[in-house]
């Protein structure tokens, strides 16, 4: 079909592209990896990068479930002591309805963040590397061209075309992310580093944007509770 | 393609530079396997803390439901709230779920030990299985776990070296097990789909990554290990 081999031919152009950049930078690396892969996800014979890399995460992981430890302590606490006082935390229970009607994509919200602006094509696996650098830098709430994107967005590409949910998006993009600027600055950074090349990305920080799209849950049909 | 991804300028350069760092002096042997034995120490203690800590918010996560089951049981007004609490919280992944549904399958293929091929398309990649569940919500699933790592709305997958990374740092390592919940013929109609993962298709055909996929009538996902934190965003009005 036509759509799908001018779709092979953008997706060639782009794996010469990302190749040549690759080779250039990564040659040494692509060479340890080959030979320490083998492939090496065993701890004991991953490379010292590999185990340094681990390790950054670990830490960082670790500092993040002790901090929602803290704030599920918090929580028990002080539904515990209402019960005690033979009455019912009302405004904490309905507090996390809140919270995860924002988790899940379903509530309009605002606050600081980041909005990227990239002029130019990408590709799917672009966006979702982007997402993904976000998320992990804390991202709370995003948003592309009117259209939230929660993790089970299912973003694709057809042609030159990226689709979210389906949904055609083009050149300029306006990705809108909220959380601590200060953890998704580095993170866009990261992001806009391997797209520079080709694509003009703008990073701005504000201090309070808003993200009015929500997304609709999908019914649950198949699935059923419990184990 | 997304081959190409796990290639990306980024993590070359991070990577590059810790790479430099940990090359700039070189260690005697004896120097070099003491510091190689204290890493994976490192990793081995943060390890046992990062399932501890899972452990315990797993455990408080219990007993936060238990005690608003029992504020509902005290007042009408929670009673009206957790209804909609405890929708929220299986579309956030906190619940247990089970159901018919696709097991899709794939595992490292064999080294072709090709000094031409420098192409690493004989391992998984975390795009691989990002892609994998991207086109499984794109044909209908309604959960999707990875190695028994529920899909949850902070999942980013993400390498640390070689490492692939879901959750909280979850270190995957093969075989690859996929779990969707939804219509099995629906979700097997999408990753059959020809235009569908056709890089890992191919790849799998050259490589031997074992990449194939099952329905079944009864499948199980576990609620995801912890909780989410969100101290930014603001409902809007």
Redesign the interface.
């Known amino acids: 079909m036509p759509s799908h081999s001018v779709e092979r031919t953008a997706r060639a152009q782009r794996l010469i592209v990302v190749s040549l950049i690759a080779v250039a930078l990564g040659f040494l690396l692509v060479v340890q990896l080959r030979s320490q892969a083998a492939v090496a996800r065993t701890l004991a014979a991953q490379d010292d990068t590999s185990v340094a890399l681990l390790i950054n995460d670990l830490n960082r992981a670790n500092n993040q479930l002790i901090q929602q430890g803290a704030a599920l302590a918090q929580q028990e606490a002080q539904l515990r002591q209402a019960l005690t006082a033979g009455g019912a935390d009302v405004q904490g229970i309905q507090k996390e309805l809140v919270t995860l009607r924002e988790v899940n994509g379903e509530v309009p919200v605002h606050g600081p963040g980041l909005q990227i602006r990239i002029q130019g094509t990408i590709m799917d696996f672009e966006l979702q590397d982007a997402l993904n650098n976000l998320r992990t830098a804390g991202a709370e709430a995003i948003a592309l061209n009117g259209y939230r994107i929660v993790s089970s967005t299912p973003v694709q590409s057809h042609g030159n075309s990226l689709l979210i949910n389906g949904h055609a998006v083009s050149s300029p993009l306006s990705l809108l992310v909220i959380g601590d600027p200060e953890q998704l600055g580095p993170a866009a950074d990261l992001s806009a580093s391997s797209l520079q090349t080709r694509v003009q990305v703008d990073i701005q920080r504000q201090t309070d944007l808003s993200i009015t799209e929500v997304v609709t849950p999908r019914p649950l049909i198949y699935a059923q509770l419990g184990k | ?2 081959v ?2 796990s ?10 530079l ?2 430099t760092q ?1 090359r700039s002096q070189p260690l005697p042997p004896s120097n070099r396997l003491a ?2 034995e204290a ?2 120490q ?3 203690q ?2 046992d ?2 399932r501890t ?2 452990a ?2 797993q455990g ?2 219990a ?2 439901k238990a ?2 089951d ?3 049981n ?2 009408s ?2 009673q009206q ?2 209804a ?2 405890d ?6 992944g906190l ?7 696709l097991t899709v399958l794939l595992h ?1 293929g064999a ?1 072709p030990n090709d000094p031409a091929d ?1 192409s ?1 398309g004989w ?1 998984v990649h975390y ?1 691989d299985l ?2 994998i569940v ?2 499984l ?2 044909s ?5 776990a990875v190695n028994g790592q529920r ?15 879901v959750n ?2 979850s ?1 995957l ?2 075989p690859y097990t996929v779990s969707a ?3 099995p013929s629906n979700l097997a109609n999408g990753i059959s789909d020809p ?1 569908q993962v056709a890089e890992l298709k191919s790849r799998n055909r050259i490589y031997g990554l074992g990449f194939s996929w099952l329905r079944g009538t009864r499948l ?3 609620a995801y290990d ?12």
């Open positions: 393609m997304t190409l991804a290639v990306s300028l980024a993590t070359f350069l991070v990577t590059g810790a790479a940990f510091r190689d890493l994976r490192s990793v081995n943060l390890e803390q990062n800590l899972k315990r918010n408080l996560q007993q936060v005690s608003e029992e504020s509902a005290r007042s007004a929670v709230v957790k909609q609490l929708d929220q919280r299986v579309i956030a619940m247990a779920l089970h159901g018919p549904g490292d080294d420098k690493l391992t795009q990002q892609d991207n086109v919500w794109a209908g699933a309604e959960a999707i899909i949850v709305p902070s999942t980013a997958f993400h390498y640390a070296g070689v490492n692939i990374l909280n740092a270190r390592s093969g919940l939804g219509n235009d199980g996902l576990p912890s909780t989410f934190l969100v101290k930014y965003a603001q409902p809007l009005g």
